[in-house]
Each structure stands twice: as structure tokens, then as C-alpha cells.
């Protein structure tokens, strides 16, 4: 049996990956996407100690947060969408009307 | 079916066929329209003919049927003059007694032909449903006018009437004249609703009752224990206050002006409520009071001076009229008059049978007018007729039946009914001989002013000119037929109420239960003189004769001789010209009331234009100056403090500004950043 610590440097190799897609890359859709790579590092996770600790509460939280990705997938699309559409651009740093 | 507990249906008909009219009639065709109002109206009379029939079936002390819808007001108590509590209580009621069932069959009977001769007679005008709407709503209002058992309720249907004159003599309303006629009947009958809004005011804080059978029962309770005597000033002050709502509305000097105004409304609507019955709404309110008029018999002398003057005045300016519809205008005001003149002498049952007949043969004549004018085009001026009683046979005959009736030729119904007046009028105990009098003599002006009506309509040579002449026809049968019953109403009627030489009056037995007289204690009945038939017979005689006299004038000026009447008025020129200018009474109400009162409403425009107005721009002046140091204040104190800390923040906060790039990514670091510091804390424990 694959010990429970390989699983969580699979999963915190991944998080940090998403998070520094989410900090570094300018294209939006990229954002999204590392943003994607970030919940499935938390599901590997959640996973991992529901088998570990022989409960189901993990994989059914697990299940949880994908269909929150889901929902997030298509909202974040759709948000991108229409800034595409306002700013015809899918620059990040472009994107600044929090500026003072 | 129980005709008796469903009278408060009859004034619904009526109701309903204004509903129905007022808000769909202008998409129905004219026939329907028609159809529902006059239908609604023989619904009515169908309904009060029942209800008339079973009360007639019931012993005659039981002849009051009272239906108490539903309670209406009730506003606590008083202590009323007679030191008991009295509630303020109205009920939605009606009351059907032998007085309220004579007018209800004339107001259903006789509105039901007008409505049917109306659908005739207003075909070709615009607006049709319109009148029918109103007529009905004026049916609805007489109804609950006659009907209603206590004064509220007779006051509602009494205004109710006063607004469909109002609407229906301003039917024409493009006309200026026809505008200001409605506007003059709507005006003087203000005056006369004052009189009688005090004398109902005055009934309930003295009689603690505004229902008819009880303050009957509290006055008739109150002279039988001696409480109520003879000629309290307070029974002459409401007897008079309710007389002058009833000189507004039955149009007596000093309010009757309007009524000759009125004329200026359609000729169905001069026929159905400036003749036959809303203008007896005064005769039937005071009828319905005569127990007050019974204890204050002063107010009765002035009810009958009042009557006999109206009718002699009124028939007067009826002589020299030459618009056909305000001959028969003067001729109601005067016929009004008998009326009163009856209600003043105590010979209640007499004004009420002269209101009946005269229900008859005044419609009768107005209608008949009506047909003329029809025929003519519009035309209403008699020296633009003659020679029609060959081209309109129909109108000619019943109208010549109208005026021999009116005229009180024996055996026809104005006969009898005029006749009773007259003798009551000398011989009952508040009559006097110059009453009688005047009153004959008004016998001789009437048949002179309607032969005249007749002669010159009907017979000479044609004046009209040759255009109208080749189109003058006679009217449709919806027309003629209500002419016709009319006609066999107007010699028929007449004798249920034959004078005692004659047979039996049946009508005066059948109203006795309604105006029985007060029994004053200890007093003596007062006895009218007895006097013989013969006598009586004679009386008779003389007034027929004086009105043979009107006749044989009428016939030899306008029959054989025309040019009669110009000599006469040539001689008696001042006379004359006073006659046709309706004795200056207009101009005299112009010279004292109205133009006294558009000169108070002038003075009091220009104080409101000058002292109110200043006073208001005043203000408004004074406001700006002091808001301009205001002003002053806020913008350089006030604003100017807001600004400096707007100004002071922004500028001490803006290094702190620069941390705000507007990157997401940057804000998503600190993010990572806090969060990683908030793990190592947990992770590695205190700083």
C-alpha cells in the first residue's frame, strides 16, 4: 500500500503549482485552469485521508468540491466571457478597475 | 308573489337600466338601448301595480307597508327638545302607503310612456344612450324620492331628481343656453334644498325621528297628552322651512324662474320631470308632512297665498308666451300653484288627485308639443305654425284632449280635480272666498292661454315657411301610442274623484289614512261650513263659465279675428311688454342676487389677488433674501468645512493609496502570503 505522505506531496506539489500559475500567468483562462489544478490538489487530499482513516465523509466532500468546480468552471467562464466582450482582451494586468 | 316586501326592488329597475346604459349603452344599438331602459321602467311598474293592488286588498288602518332594507346610519343619540334620548338612526327603508302608492304609479305609469315615446322622439340625436342613462337614473332617484320612509332617504332621491334635471336640461350642453339653463335650475334649487335640509334638521331634534311614521305617531302622541299645541312657532318655523324646499323644487314665487328655463332640455324631459313629476316632488313632501302643517296653520295660509299668487302669476306670462314649450311651462308653475293653493287650504287629498291628473294631461300636452316640434323641425314658435291639425291628426286630437282637460271642461279629469281645489279653497275651514277667487280667475287664464296654444298651432293659416312646410309628417307609432293612453288617462281619471253632488270620491277615501286630521283634546273638530250641492253645484258652474269666457277670447283672437291680439297689445302696451318680458322677474333676481353675488365673488377675487397673493409672494420674497446670507453660510462655512477633511484625508492617506494597483494577481498574493504567515503561526507556534 502507497503510504499517505506520497499522496499529500502529490497534493501539495500540485497546490503550489495552481498557486503559482494563479500569481505568475497573465491569461485569464490559465488563472482558471491553475485554479482548477488547486481544487483537485485539495480532492487528492480528501481522498487520501478518507481511505486512510477508513471514513466516507472525505469522498463525499470530495465529490462536493467537484461539483462547486463545476459550478465555478461555468460562472468563471462566463465572467471571462463577458470581459472578453466589454475589454477584448484576456490580459490579467489589463483588468485593473480595483486601481485607487 | 309578495309585491308588498319587494317594493325596495322597484327603484333597482330603473337602477340597473342606468348601469347597463351608462356603461355599455354607447356600444349597444340604439334598439337595445331602448329597449332596456323603458323595459326597466315597465319592470317597475310592474312591480308597484302589484304592490299598489295587495295593499288596496289590506283593511284600510293597515294600508303603510314599510320594508327596512338594512340599517344605515346610526350616530349615537341626542337629547332631543322633547327631553328624550333620540338616536340618530336612518334605515335603508321604504315605505308604500296610500300616498307613496298614487305617486308611484304615476311616476312608473307615465315615465313608462315617456320612455316609449322618448326612443321615437330621440332617435336622430347624438348621444342617445346618454339621455337614456340619465332618464333612467332620474327614475332610480324619483323613486327612492317617493318610496324612501324617512326624510334622508327623500332628501337623497330629492337631490338625486335635482341632478338628472340638471344633467338632462343640459342635455344640448354645446348650446350656451341650454348650459346656463341647467346651471340656473341646479342654482335656485340650492336655495330651496337650504329650506329643506333646516326643516329636516329641525324635524329630528324636535321630533326625535327622521322616519315619517314615527314622527306622525310622536306629533299625533304629543297633541293627544296636550304637549303640542296649535301655532308653536316652532311648527311654523319647520311648516315654512320645508315650504321653501318645496318652492324650489315645485318652482312657487319666489324660486319658480328655473322652471320655464328648463324648457330648454329635451321636450320628453319637460313631459316626464318639469310636469309630471319631479316638480310635484314639493307637493308630495309637503302631503307627506301634513301632520306639521296641520299644527301651524299660519304656515298653511302662506302655503296657499304662495299657490294661488304662482298660479295667477305664472298663468299671467302664460298668455303672451309664444314658444310653444314655455306656454306649457307657465302653465305647470301655475297648475303647481293649484296645488299648493289645495295643500294650504287643508285639502291635502285634492293637491295630491290635481297632481295626478295633472300628471296626465300635462305629459299628455308636452309630449304632444313634442310632436309638433318634431314635426316642424325643431321649430317651437306658435307664429311659425298653423293649419297643422290636418297634416298631424293624431297629435291634434290627443292634444285637443289634452287642453279641454286642462282647460276644465266638464267631464274630463282637469275638471274634477281643478273643481275640488276650488271648492275646498272656499269652502274648507283655512279657504277664504278671495282664494277662490283667484283661483277661478286662473281657471279663465288657463283656458285662454291653451286655446290659444291650440288655435294658434293647429288651425288659421299656415305661417310655416315653404321649406319645413313639405316635410311636416306625422310622428311614429312610438310616439303617437303613449300620446293616446295619455289622452284616454286624461278624461278617465278624473273620475275617481267624482265631488260628493256627483258620486262617490274614491280617491280622497283612499288617502284618508295618510291625512287624517289631529284630534287636539277638549277642542272642537273643526266643521266646514256646510254648505248645500246645489251651492257647490253652482260654484261649480261659475268657474266652468269663467273658463267658457277664456275660451270664447282665445276663439275670437286667434280663431276669427287675428288681428285682435295686436290691438289689444297695442293698447295695453305697458302691460304687454311687462307680460312678455315674464313681469322683469329674471332681471329683478339679476339686479339683487346674481350680479350682488358675481360682485361679491369680484370683491373677493380681488382680495385673494391682492392680500392672500401678496401676502403668499410676500412670504416667498422674504424666504429668497434670507436664504441668500443662508446660502452665503453653507456654501463657504458649511461646504467648506466638509471639504477641508475630504481634502485632509485624501491627502494624508495617499501613500497608503499605492498599495491599491488594481491587480487581481497582487491581491491574490498577500492572499498566499497571509495565509502562509497564518500557517506557520499555527505551525511554529508564537512570534
Request: aromatic share 14%.
Given at each position: 500500500?502507497?503510504?499517505?505522505?506520497?499522496?499529500?506531496?502529490?497534493g501539495?506539489?500540485?497546490?503550489?503549482?495552481?498557486?503559482?500559475?494563479?500569481?505568475?500567468?497573465k491569461?485569464?483562462?490559465?488563472?482558471?485552469?491553475?485554479?482548477?489544478?488547486?481544487?483537485?490538489?485539495?480532492?487528492?487530499?480528501?481522498?487520501?485521508?478518507?481511505?486512510?482513516?477508513?471514513?466516507?465523509?472525505?469522498?463525499?466532500?470530495?465529490?462536493?468540491?467537484?461539483?462547486v468546480?463545476?459550478?465555478e468552471?461555468?460562472?468563471?467562464?462566463?465572467?471571462?466571457?463577458?470581459?472578453?466582450?466589454?475589454?477584448?482582451?484576456?490580459?490579467?494586468?489589463?483588468?485593473d478597475?480595483?486601481?485607487? | 308573489?309578495?309585491?308588498?316586501?319587494?317594493?325596495?326592488?322597484?327603484p333597482?329597475?330603473?337602477?340597473?337600466?342606468?348601469?347597463?346604459?351608462?356603461?355599455?349603452g354607447?356600444?349597444?344599438?340604439?334598439?337595445?338601448?331602448?329597449?332596456?331602459?323603458?323595459?326597466?321602467?315597465?319592470?317597475?311598474?310592474?312591480?308597484?301595480?302589484?304592490?299598489?293592488?295587495?295593499?288596496?286588498?289590506?283593511?284600510?288602518?293597515?294600508?303603510?307597508?314599510?320594508?327596512?332594507?338594512?340599517?344605515?346610519?346610526?350616530?349615537?343619540?341626542?337629547?332631543?327638545?322633547?327631553?328624550?334620548t333620540?338616536?340618530?338612526?336612518?334605515?335603508?327603508?321604504?315605505?308604500?302607503d296610500?300616498?307613496?302608492?298614487?305617486?308611484?304609479l304615476?311616476?312608473?305609469?307615465?315615465?313608462?310612456?315617456?320612455?316609449?315615446?322618448?326612443?321615437?322622439?330621440?332617435?336622430?340625436?347624438?348621444?342617445?344612450?346618454?339621455?337614456?342613462?340619465?332618464?333612467?337614473?332620474?327614475?332610480?332617484?324619483?323613486?327612492?324620492?317617493?318610496?324612501?320612509?324617512?326624510?334622508?332617504?327623500?332628501?337623497?332621491g330629492?337631490?338625486?331628481?335635482?341632478?338628472?334635471?340638471?344633467?338632462?336640461?343640459?342635455?344640448?350642453?354645446?348650446?350656451?343656453?341650454?348650459?346656463?339653463?341647467?346651471?340656473?335650475?341646479f342654482?335656485?334649487?340650492?336655495?330651496g334644498?337650504?329650506?329643506?335640509?333646516?326643516?329636516?334638521?329641525?324635524?329630528?331634534?324636535?321630533?326625535?325621528?327622521?322616519?315619517?311614521l314615527?314622527?306622525?305617531?310622536v306629533?299625533?302622541?304629543?297633541?293627544?297628552?296636550?304637549?303640542?299645541?296649535?301655532?308653536?312657532?316652532?311648527?311654523?318655523?319647520?311648516?315654512l322651512?320645508?315650504?321653501?324646499?318645496?318652492?324650489?323644487?315645485?318652482?312657487?314665487?319666489?324660486?319658480?324662474?328655473?322652471?320655464?328655463?328648463?324648457m330648454?332640455?329635451?321636450?320628453?324631459?319637460?313631459?316626464?320631470?318639469?310636469?309630471?313629476?319631479?316638480?310635484?316632488?314639493?307637493?308630495?313632501?309637503v302631503?307627506?308632512?301634513?301632520?306639521?302643517?296641520?299644527?301651524?296653520?299660519?304656515?298653511?295660509?302662506?302655503v296657499?297665498?304662495?299657490?294661488?299668487?304662482?298660479?295667477?302669476?305664472?298663468?299671467s306670462?302664460?298668455?303672451?308666451?309664444?314658444?310653444?314649450?314655455?306656454?306649457?311651462?307657465?302653465?305647470?308653475?301655475?297648475?303647481?300653484?293649484?296645488?299648493?293653493?289645495?295643500?294650504?287650504?287643508?285639502?291635502?287629498?285634492?293637491?295630491?288627485?290635481?297632481?295626478?291628473?295633472?300628471?296626465?294631461?300635462?305629459?299628455?300636452?308636452?309630449?304632444?308639443?313634442?310632436?309638433?316640434i318634431?314635426?316642424?323641425?325643431?321649430?317651437?314658435?306658435?307664429?311659425?305654425?298653423?293649419?297643422?291639425?290636418?297634416?298631424?291628426?293624431?297629435?291634434?286630437?290627443?292634444?285637443?284632449?289634452?287642453?279641454?282637460?286642462i282647460?276644465?271642461?266638464?267631464?274630463?279629469?282637469?275638471?274634477?280635480?281643478?273643481?275640488?281645489?276650488?271648492?275646498?279653497?272656499?269652502?274648507?275651514?283655512h279657504?277664504?272666498?278671495?282664494?277662490?277667487l283667484?283661483?277661478?280667475?286662473?281657471?279663465?287664464?288657463?283656458?285662454?292661454?291653451?286655446?290659444?296654444?291650440?288655435?294658434?298651432?293647429?288651425?288659421g293659416?299656415?305661417?310655416?315657411?315653404?321649406?319645413?312646410?313639405?316635410?311636416?309628417?306625422?310622428?311614429?307609432?312610438?310616439?303617437?301610442?303613449?300620446?293616446?293612453?295619455?289622452?284616454?288617462?286624461?278624461?278617465?281619471?278624473?273620475?275617481?274623484g267624482?265631488?260628493?253632488?256627483?258620486?262617490?270620491?274614491?280617491?280622497?277615501?283612499?288617502?284618508e289614512?295618510?291625512?287624517?286630521?289631529l284630534?287636539?283634546?277638549?277642542?272642537?273638530?273643526?266643521?266646514?261650513?256646510?254648505?248645500?250641492?246645489?251651492?257647490?253645484?253652482?260654484m261649480?258652474a261659475?268657474?266652468?263659465?269663467?273658463?267658457?269666457?277664456?275660451?270664447?277670447?282665445?276663439?275670437?283672437?286667434?280663431?276669427?279675428?287675428?288681428?285682435?291680439?295686436?290691438?289689444v297689445?297695442?293698447?295695453?302696451?305697458?302691460?304687454?311688454?311687462?307680460l312678455?318680458n315674464?313681469?322683469y322677474?329674471?332681471?329683478?333676481?339679476?339686479?339683487?342676487?346674481?350680479?350682488?353675488?358675481?360682485?361679491?365673488?369680484?370683491?373677493?377675487?380681488?382680495?385673494?389677488?391682492?392680500?392672500?397673493?401678496?401676502?403668499?409672494?410676500?412670504?416667498?420674497?422674504?424666504?429668497?433674501?434670507?436664504?441668500?446670507?443662508?446660502?452665503?453660510?453653507?456654501?463657504?462655512?458649511?461646504d467648506?468645512?466638509?471639504?477641508?477633511?475630504?481634502?485632509?484625508?485624501?491627502?494624508?492617506?495617499?501613500?497608503?493609496?499605492?498599495?491599491?494597483?488594481?491587480?487581481?494577481?497582487?491581491?491574490?498574493?498577500?492572499?498566499?502570503?497571509g495565509?502562509?504567515?497564518?500557517?506557520?503561526?499555527?505551525?511554529?507556534?508564537?512570534?
Amino acid at each position: 500500500m502507497i503510504p499517505i505522505a506520497h499522496y499529500l506531496f502529490l497534493g501539495a506539489a500540485l497546490f503550489t503549482i495552481g498557486v503559482v500559475g494563479v500569481l505568475t500567468r497573465k491569461n485569464i483562462m490559465v488563472i482558471l485552469m491553475s485554479i482548477e489544478l488547486m481544487m483537485n490538489a485539495v480532492n487528492i487530499n480528501l481522498i487520501a485521508f478518507s481511505r486512510h482513516l477508513g471514513q466516507t465523509s472525505g469522498q463525499i466532500f470530495a465529490i462536493f468540491v467537484i461539483v462547486v468546480a463545476a459550478a465555478e468552471a461555468a460562472v468563471g467562464l462566463g465572467i471571462v466571457i463577458a470581459m472578453f466582450r466589454n475589454k477584448e482582451t484576456m490580459n490579467i494586468n489589463e483588468i485593473d478597475l480595483m486601481k485607487w | 308573489m309578495n309585491f308588498l316586501d319587494l317594493i325596495w326592488l322597484i327603484p333597482l329597475f330603473p337602477a340597473a337600466g342606468f348601469v347597463i346604459n351608462g356603461l355599455f349603452g354607447k356600444r349597444m344599438p340604439k334598439a337595445a338601448v331602448g329597449v332596456v331602459a323603458a323595459g326597466a321602467v315597465l319592470i317597475a311598474f310592474v312591480f308597484a301595480a302589484g304592490a299598489v293592488f295587495q295593499l288596496s286588498q289590506l283593511p284600510a288602518e293597515q294600508r303603510s307597508h314599510e320594508v327596512v332594507v338594512y340599517e344605515w346610519i346610526n350616530a349615537g343619540s341626542i337629547t332631543a327638545a322633547t327631553g328624550e334620548t333620540a338616536r340618530f338612526q336612518i334605515n335603508w327603508a321604504f315605505l308604500l302607503d296610500p300616498l307613496s302608492s298614487v305617486m308611484v304609479l304615476v311616476v312608473t305609469g307615465i315615465g313608462f310612456l315617456i320612455h316609449v315615446y322618448s326612443t321615437g322622439y330621440m332617435w336622430e340625436e347624438d348621444g342617445f344612450y346618454r339621455f337614456f342613462a340619465y332618464l333612467n337614473l332620474f327614475m332610480f332617484s324619483m323613486l327612492t324620492l317617493i318610496l324612501g320612509s324617512n326624510y334622508v332617504m327623500m332628501f337623497i332621491g330629492w337631490e338625486g331628481v335635482g341632478l338628472c334635471s340638471y344633467l338632462l336640461i343640459g342635455y344640448y350642453f354645446l348650446k350656451k343656453s341650454a348650459g346656463d339653463a341647467a346651471k340656473k335650475a341646479f342654482v335656485v334649487n340650492r336655495v330651496g334644498d337650504w329650506g329643506l335640509a333646516t326643516g329636516i334638521l329641525l324635524i329630528f331634534v324636535n321630533f326625535g325621528s327622521l322616519d315619517f311614521l314615527k314622527v306622525g305617531e310622536v306629533i299625533r302622541e304629543g297633541v293627544a297628552a296636550g304637549t303640542y299645541q296649535m301655532s308653536q312657532p316652532i311648527f311654523i318655523g319647520i311648516a315654512l322651512a320645508l315650504f321653501v324646499g318645496a318652492t324650489g323644487k315645485s318652482a312657487q314665487i319666489p324660486l319658480f324662474t328655473w322652471l320655464p328655463d328648463a324648457m330648454e332640455g329635451p321636450t320628453p324631459v319637460s313631459a316626464l320631470i318639469h310636469a309630471a313629476t319631479m316638480v310635484t316632488a314639493g307637493v308630495y313632501m309637503v302631503a307627506r308632512s301634513n301632520w306639521i302643517y296641520q299644527l301651524a296653520p299660519e304656515a298653511m295660509a302662506v302655503v296657499a297665498i304662495v299657490g294661488v299668487m304662482t298660479a295667477l302669476f305664472a298663468a299671467s306670462i302664460g298668455l303672451v308666451q309664444n314658444d310653444i314649450k314655455r306656454v306649457l311651462a307657465y302653465s305647470t308653475v301655475s297648475q303647481l300653484g293649484y296645488m299648493f293653493l289645495a295643500l294650504g287650504v287643508g285639502a291635502f287629498a285634492a293637491g295630491v288627485f290635481h297632481l295626478m291628473t295633472h300628471a296626465f294631461f300635462k305629459a299628455l300636452l308636452f309630449l304632444g308639443s313634442g310632436s309638433v316640434i318634431h314635426a316642424m323641425h325643431h321649430e317651437q314658435d306658435m307664429r311659425k305654425m298653423g293649419a297643422l291639425s290636418k297634416k298631424i291628426p293624431i297629435t291634434f286630437v290627443t292634444m285637443a284632449i289634452g287642453t279641454l282637460a286642462i282647460a276644465g271642461t266638464p267631464g274630463l279629469a282637469g275638471f274634477f280635480s281643478k273643481d275640488e281645489i276650488l271648492w275646498q279653497a272656499f269652502s274648507s275651514s283655512h279657504g277664504h272666498f278671495i282664494l277662490w277667487l283667484l283661483g277661478a280667475i286662473v281657471a279663465g287664464m288657463t283656458s285662454f292661454y291653451m286655446f290659444r296654444l291650440l288655435f294658434m298651432t293647429f288651425f288659421g293659416e299656415s305661417r310655416v315657411d315653404h321649406h319645413t312646410a313639405a316635410h311636416i309628417h306625422e310622428s311614429p307609432k312610438r310616439m303617437t301610442v303613449p300620446l293616446m293612453v295619455l289622452a284616454v288617462g286624461s278624461i278617465f281619471v278624473g273620475y275617481l274623484g267624482l265631488p260628493k253632488w256627483l258620486g262617490t270620491n274614491y280617491f280622497e277615501h283612499w288617502l284618508e289614512p295618510v291625512f287624517e286630521p289631529l284630534k287636539f283634546p277638549g277642542a272642537a273638530v273643526a266643521e266646514a261650513a256646510h254648505h248645500s250641492h246645489a251651492f257647490e253645484i253652482g260654484m261649480a258652474a261659475v268657474s266652468v263659465a269663467i273658463a267658457v269666457i277664456g275660451f270664447l277670447i282665445a276663439f275670437t283672437a286667434y280663431y276669427r279675428k287675428s288681428d285682435l291680439p295686436a290691438r289689444v297689445s297695442a293698447q295695453v302696451g305697458g302691460v304687454y311688454t311687462a307680460l312678455v318680458n315674464k313681469w322683469y322677474v329674471d332681471e329683478l333676481y339679476d339686479a339683487l342676487f346674481v350680479n350682488r353675488s358675481k360682485d361679491l365673488g369680484r370683491g373677493l377675487w380681488r382680495f385673494d389677488g391682492k392680500v392672500v397673493d401678496g401676502a403668499v409672494n410676500g412670504t416667498a420674497l422674504s424666504t429668497v433674501k434670507s436664504a441668500l446670507g443662508t446660502s452665503w453660510w453653507d456654501r463657504w462655512i458649511v461646504d467648506g468645512l466638509v471639504r477641508f477633511v475630504g481634502g485632509f484625508v485624501k491627502t494624508a492617506s495617499w501613500p497608503v493609496r499605492l498599495s491599491e494597483t488594481g491587480y487581481t494577481q497582487n491581491y491574490a498574493l498577500v492572499m498566499v502570503l497571509g495565509v502562509l504567515v497564518f500557517v506557520g503561526y499555527v505551525l511554529w507556534g508564537t512570534f
